[in-house]
């Protein structure tokens, strides 16, 4: 079984601050890990995902996350945060053995401040 | 690029009543899935579907809950006996494989329930 826990509900930074959202996971198999955002009134849109190989994944709009198997954790980061980042951010996992099931987080919502 | 479309995206239903959300999922995705977040919640996953049967399905998705590809373009979700705790967002997700890296997720039909 998987699970995912996201610390933090809310996050705030300035425009031009680090962004960095935390993720943690348990899975009894090795994952699938991803970052979904959601803005607002809009569907899931994938971020970036890691599924084997490079540990250090990027995605869209600047956005970066690195898979730690030691401390069970998908981090993303973006180096400087911009005002259109303010949406909510999921990340999942999936068993690589286990189709296309994604097990959520709680999400944390990023507000920008000007 | 695809995407994957849901309709209606608000619904609005009186309790007990039946509903269908509606999902046209990417052209020559085979793999289904429909997924809920209650407000304020995480996204759960309700059931994937391939090759026109329920390949997993969650707790959640209990017999007040079907799937069905009625033709070779929509993918749809009923909900017999509509209940106020079934308000929610429903996504609607494809894929080409069995796979989570390659799901795409539709923008959403929010549910109401009243």
């Known amino acids: 079984a998987q699970s995912v826990t996201q610390l933090g509900s809310h996050v705030s930074v300035s425009e031009g601050a680090l962004v960095l959202l935390r993720c943690n996971y348990s899975?009894?198999?090795?994952?699938?890990l991803f970052w979904y955002v959601q803005y607002p009134n809009q569907g899931l849109q994938l971020l970036l995902k890691?599924?084997?190989?490079?540990?250090l994944v990027k995605g869209i709009n600047g956005f970066e996350a690195e898979f730690k198997k030691s401390e069970t954790s998908f981090h993303l980061t973006k180096p400087s945060a911009h005002m259109s980042d303010a949406a909510e951010y999921f990340c999942a996992v999936s068993a690589y053995n286990a189709g296309n099931m994604l097990t959520f987080g709680g999400g944390t919502r990023l507000m920008v401040k000007p | 690029e695809p995407e994957v479309t849901q309709t209606p995206s608000h619904q609005v239903t009186q309790m007990g009543q039946e509903v269908i959300l509606r999902c046209v999922p990417i052209?020559?995705?085979?793999?289904f899935y429909w997924y809920r977040q209650i407000l304020g919640q995480k996204v759960e996953f309700l059931v994937s579907f391939y090759n026109n049967e329920i390949s997993e399905k969650s707790e959640i998705f209990d017999d007040q809950f079907s799937v069905e590809r009625p033709d070779g373009s929509n993918f749809t979700l009923k909900i017999r006996s509509t209940k106020l705790e079934d308000s929610a967002m429903y996504f609607c997700?494809?894929?080409?494989?069995?796979?989570?890296?390659?799901?795409?997720f539709g923008q959403g039909t929010r549910l109401t329930v009243v």
């Open positions: 052209s020559n995705h085979l793999y």
């Open positions: 899975s009894s198999v090795p994952p699938y």
């Open positions: 997700a494809s894929s080409d494989d069995r796979g989570a890296p390659r799901a795409f």
């Open positions: 890691y599924t084997t190989g490079a540990t």
